[in-house]
């Protein structure tokens, strides 16, 4: 919902509700969640929220974890340019 809101946010320059939607997304990141939100950041460039995901999925137990769930395999079939950024960080 929080996604949706936040593409909605950025549709009609609504900044104030762009950061909160933001805070929600980074407060139910998990290792299941991270790379559907990551790749969610990209495409919306949310930049801190990016950064974000990318911490966490570079710590060595998220990462190993991370690249087994359906999220990790659609970001890399999306989006090449997330993927060589990760590759850079660990």
Known sequence: MFQDLRAAADWYALDRL???CAQKLWEKVSVDTVATTLG???TYNCQELKNKCIDFFVVEENCKKAM???GYVLMVLKSIEIIVELKNRI
């Open 18 to 20: 762009k950061v909160i």
């Open 68 to 70: 087994f769930t359906y």
């Open 40 to 42: 969610w950041a990209e």
